[in-house]
């Protein structure tokens, strides 16, 4: 039944998927923590017309179904453009700015928590606004940020599984390539799943302890 | 320092919109302070005494009047106020210390990032600050690992830690205990001997008696009147001071 795991041309298929779902989560996750804090930060300080824009990127990006905004990026954009991108390069950028639309709700909630007191602090000792969000807020914040994330990690590696639709070779494209190739249906899925599991469990109870390591000490009764 | 003819109101949002409420918190405030005075505003609660400090120190900004720090006026547009509030120490009644830092990252933070000290210079002078409100023990304690007393220490030393020009202090005991207001206090005391800028908001008759040269009867948004604690003591000149007098003497007697 699984003998296929065996076979050097079928075991090379999972792992180069395996890189593929692994490379477009983990910069998925990275872009989208370093927009979703820029649109955090300019959703609390920023101007109604930003704070505007803001709310119609986010609405779009979690109302609209993943498969939609990849086939939007990979088919429609460069036709209109009339450009030819790169699909892995669009894949990326897809699932940051998708994750973005999330991370940036998770980072204004740890910021608010912390906002009021930490930055009369920050300023009363000469700080700019800036130096403060630096050394004070975001510390903080992504230390109280952690858990989420570790969710949002767990959802966008699942949903990296869209990219076998738009031609690009990952971990999902392997089982059905493996698939055709074998006619086994039951233990293909099962591998392929399993190793899901294996990954995003392993990934978050890595979280889990930089999570416990990070805490700052007493701080967590205060957060309850 | 002098702050002339401050106002600053704010809105309080109610459940409907009928209900949001605005607050007159400082009405035409006007108050001076010298190198080497130690000025003590004192008053009901809910009068405005935090706004007003707040104002002085530039963390809210005035909605009329001029805020002066020596001849710089920093209520005029395009002064850099990141540069004047490093010369202005501020310590708060609920204490704000960097939760992620430990006592000594608290005072090192802003010599680092403000004054622009190298590493070893910037840890010898936060140690010096620690040691000046005796809480070396704690260096590397964070804040929510020190009681009140201490934390508010190492607020203090925060705010001293650049050799402000003058120390503005916002109930700095009110959140504790009497017993961790003592050893505050004595803080406060040996930083008055060494002839520190200050004004404080509090109401530690004892310590005003023995400190202040100055004390500020503050109501309802505005300033009733000034004299030195004697006057407080004796016979001020209001009755509303006068009854605020009787109230809290009596508090403190009792």
Redesign the interface.
Known sequence: MFEFLFDPKYYTWILQGLSLTIEITLFGVLLGLAIGTLLAIEDIYGRKLSRGAIAVYVEFFRGSPLFVQLFLAVYTVPAILNLRIDHYLLAFLVFGLNSAAYQKGYMKGAMQT?LD??M?????????KI?TLR??IL??AY?IVIPSWTNEFCSLTKSTATVAFVGLFDLVSAGISIRAWTYQILPVWIVIGAIYLAWITGFSKIMDIIYERKK????E??MQ | MEAKNVYKAYRIKGDKKEDTKIVQAVKDVSLQIHKGDIKLIFGPSGSGKSTFLRCMAMLDFPDKGEIYLGDQCLTKPGVDLNKARARIGFVFQHIYLFRHLTALGNVELALRQVLKLPKEEARKRALAALAEVKITDCCSKYPSQMSGGQAQRVGIARAIARNPDIILLDEPTSALDPELTGEVIDTLRDLAKEGTTMLIVSHEMPFAKEVAEEMIFYDQGTILETGPPSLFFNAPNTDRAKQFMTRIINRTTR
Request: no cysteine; proline share 8%.
């Open positions: 912390i007191d930490q009369s602090a920050g300023l009363s000792v000469g700080m700019s130096q050394h004070v510390p903080q230390r700052i000490p007493g701080v009764l205060l």
